[in-house]
């Protein structure tokens, strides 16, 4: 059975860290990008990183480089979303998906076919 789990979340201090994991199944990881989104309380989802099979990282919003990193292990199945420095604007409910082969651009997000259920990060301020 195809599944994204995402777990990590939790409510950290304004600069604070969290690790986020996105632990999958029933397909064939090494052959997928896999993507981080999130969605605040009133606003539209947004893409914020992805990493492709091959290790690359694409970055879709400013506001996390040099904060946020992603790293996958392949045995394990499994993507990792390291967030360091964290804002009260990171607040959101974290959700990964897949997309067979790479990683998607910011207008191909369409191309993601299975996403996790999502994990809640609150940053108190």
């Known amino acids: 059975q195809l599944q994204l789990v995402e777990s990590g979340g939790g409510l950290v201090q304004f600069g604070g860290s969290l690790r986020l994991s996105c632990e999958t199944s029933g397909f064939n990881f090494a052959v997928y990008g896999i993507a981080w989104f999130r969605q605040a309380p009133g606003k539209e989802r947004e893409g914020i990183l992805c990493i492709s099979p091959s290790n690359k990282t694409k970055t879709y919003v400013d506001s996390v480089k040099a904060r946020f990193t992603m790293s996958r292990d392949n045995t394990k199945k499994t993507v990792y979303l390291q967030m360091d420095s964290l804002k009260p604007e990171d607040t959101a409910v974290y959700y990964c998906?897949?997309?067979?082969?790479?990683?998607?651009?910011?207008?191909?997000?369409?191309?993601?076919?299975?996403w996790g259920q999502g994990t809640q990060v609150t940053v108190s301020s």
């Open positions: 998906a897949r997309k067979y082969w790479d990683c998607p651009t910011r207008t191909n997000f369409w191309t993601l076919d299975s």
